[in-house]
Nanobody, 125 residues
Framework: QVQLVESGGGLVQAGGSLRLSCAASGRTFSRRFMGWFRQAPGKEREFVAAISWSGGSTYYANSVKGRFTISRDNAKNTVWMQMNSLKAEDTAVYYC??????????????????WGQGTQVTVSS
């Protein structure tokens, strides 16, 4: 069982930055790839970024490439997402997700076993 708790969301002006954190419980964190998804009002949940269990590989949606950076510290059971140059269209609830132990990294929600409760990010233009 893995529990995920996101934090760091808030209200920011366009062009600003936020850093989201996701704290995980359980002993298997270091063997799971991790991802961030987001869901805007009236839209489907979409992939944002993912990182391999070792942190050696990262993947990004085209819409955030070059602006967002995903990272992790397995000793702290934590994954982060640094979001720079935020735009109004980045406004959404952001979710942290954990994949199966030693599974292939996924960029769709079906590839993830556990989800956090979400944190709201609002970017004002």
């Amino acid at each position: 069982q893995v529990q995920l708790v996101e934090s760091g969301g808030g209200l920011v002006q366009a062009g600003g930055s936020l850093r989201l954190s996701c704290a995980a419980s359980g002993r298997t964190f270091s063997r799971r790839f991790m991802g961030w998804f987001r869901q805007a009002p009236g839209k489907e949940r979409e992939f944002v970024a993912a990182i391999s269990w070792s942190g050696g590989s990262t993947y990004y949606a085209n819409s955030v490439k070059g602006r967002f950076t995903i990272s992790r510290d397995n000793a702290k059971n934590t994954v982060w997402m640094q979001m720079n140059s935020l735009k109004a269209e980045d406004t959404a609830v952001y979710y942290c997700a954990a994949g199966p132990p030693q599974g292939p990294i996924a960029t769709t929600s079906r590839g993830y076993d556990y989800w956090g409760q979400g944190t709201q990010v609002t970017v004002s233009s």
